[in-house]
């Protein structure tokens, strides 16, 4: 389930299960929209990102929905596995505007 | 392709001294360089902008002359945090961006910072 914590909301699974993660971006101007993990320690790593223009992309078991009409963003990931818990940025910028604004980010939890 | 590389990794000083963390991008020539902080389980506090042959702007509430930043080459910018105190111990990250993909930013591995 998902819970709410003091700092990072916290999404747990079970291996293999479908996960689905859930931003929700601040800014209507926003035209470009990237998804980072970050494992403890580590940099955030890039795994898929969207343009405004498109509804819904896919990668490697992920796919990133946008919905513009209420500002939502979704990272899925299929057939969760123990190495994908980390924690998940989305994070928003305007085309040609350098800086990223990123979300508070989820942790989530695979179990195996 | 993309890779940042950040060094040191961690590194431990003593109040009142200096530290200078390299932030490299080894397969790509960077024309814009970020500097971050990050505290435990929160996100990414962009911390100043870096381009290449110019100063750096920072975000409101940085201090430009305790966090130095330089940018001499496409490739490589540092973060000096000056006269450290026990305040700055933080999880300094960096991330470039190349000219070919102007939006996408490429993350370091992170520098972790402790101020005794």
């Known amino acids: 389930g998902e819970s709410v914590g003091l700092h990072l909301p916290t999404l747990s699974v079970q291996e293999g299960d479908n996960s689905i993660i859930n931003c929700a971006y601040s800014?209507?101007?926003?035209?470009?929209f990237i998804w980072y993990k970050q494992e403890s320690g580590k940099g955030p790593q890039f795994i898929i990102d969207i343009r405004s223009n498109m509804d819904k992309r896919q990668g490697q078991r992920v796919t990133v929905l946008l919905n513009k009409t209420v500002k939502h963003l979704s990272l899925q990931i299929a057939a969760t596995q123990p190495g994908d818990s980390a924690v998940y940025f989305c994070?928003?910028?305007?085309?040609?505007?350098?800086?990223?604004?990123f979300g508070k980010g989820t942790m989530l939890l695979v179990s195996p | 392709g993309a890779v940042v590389s950040q060094h040191p990794s961690w590194v431990i000083c003593k109040s009142g001294t200096s530290v200078k963390i390299e932030c490299r991008s080894l397969?790509?020539?960077?024309?814009?360089m970020f500097w971050y902080r990050q505290f435990p389980k929160q996100s990414l506090m962009l911390m100043a902008t870096s381009n290449e042959g110019s100063k750096a702007t920072y975000e409101q509430g940085v201090e430009k002359d305790k966090f130095l930043i330089n940018h001499a080459s496409l490739t490589l910018s540092t973060l000096t945090v000056t006269s450290a105190h026990p305040e700055d111990s933080s999880f300094y990250i960096c991330?470039?961006?190349?000219?070919?993909?102007?939006?996408?930013?490429?993350f370091g591995p992170g520098t972790r910072l402790l101020v005794l």
């Open positions: 991330s470039a961006r190349w000219a070919g993909y102007q939006e996408t930013q490429y």
């Open positions: 800014n209507s101007a926003s035209d470009y």
């Open positions: 397969d790509f020539q960077a024309t814009t």
């Open positions: 994070a928003e910028t305007v085309s040609g505007y350098s800086t990223l604004t």
